[in-house]
């Protein structure tokens, strides 16, 4: 009888942990089940957020679009609508119940044409004087050896031949890469392609806090003929070696007053200072632009959603299109 108690008693013990370890492993699985199920909830929340906000960007897209649909102006200047696109971003907060938009315009006839760089196997000398004059701007940090290199191998990617260019580069130095490919020899179909050219890193291409966007300065659209008007001002300070930081400060405040006359190619030798630098004739204009880069970025809290896009003006179409 006493051994009867005793197995009992046994027995009881080992129910009672397998008890134990069941109710453990329910309490696990019911824990992880409502992790999941959280989850889950949480992202169709991010996913229905970031469906909104890019729908809100897109809204601030074509905002921008109309803008330059609707300019009249015989020539582009810094005052027109388009070039002061915070005020439509500033609207966009009252127009929607969760975020709005914020949208910026560039004019792509304000930066260096690097699709005029070379035609077939020629190069534009005045082209080339211009890139290097841009990337030795001390705001990118490259020696004048390394800027030199950089311009060769944009000359040799968009050439119509493989002979190497001074420092530049051509298929072989292509093909020893990790990931090899072959260089295009043709004109550049968007100015992303840019990052396939040796010595373009990343960071020169998009800038950083620091450090300009390469991107942002250069094209592959328009007539060839820089935008004096509308172009940054490290563009201004390239376009003749003449052409200080202080000088080209001087430009951008004339051309900003709504008073001044900007519809001759030659205003800027009205600028106190300039009365004695030439800009080479052809390599300027004050010509109504056709095409313009706009980006636009849905935002709400911490989330945002951002699109990018070139417009042509007249006939009125996308013809580059991206969504982050």
Known sequence: MKRFKEILQSHSG???????????????????????????????????DGLKLTYIAKSGFYGAAALLINSKNEYETLNDDWANAEVLSARSESLF?????????????GKIPLHKLVNGGTVNADIKDMLLRLLHLPEFNLDGRKSSEIVDAIIDWVDDNHEMTGAGAESPYYASLSMPYAAKNAPLDCIEELLMVKGITRELFAGTQEKPALSQLVTIYGTGAVSINTAPKMV???????ITVALADK???????????????????????????TIKPGLIDVAKSNYFSIYATGVADKMSRSISGVMQRSPSRIIHWRQD
């Open 14 to 48: 080992v129910a009672l942990i397998i008890v134990i370890l069941m109710i453990s492993i329910l309490v696990a699985a019911a824990l992880e089940l409502n992790r999941l199920s959280r989850a889950d909830i949480y992202s169709a929340a991010n996913t229905s």
């Open 97 to 109: 119940t969760h975020g709005h938009f914020r949208v910026r315009i560039e004019d792509e006839k």
């Open 236 to 242: 201004l300070r390239v376009l003749s070696p003449d």
């Open 251 to 277: 430009i951008d405040e004339y051309r900003r007053n709504k008073s001044h006359d900007l519809s001759l190619v030659d205003w800027y030798k009205k600028v106190p200072g300039m009365e004695s630098v």
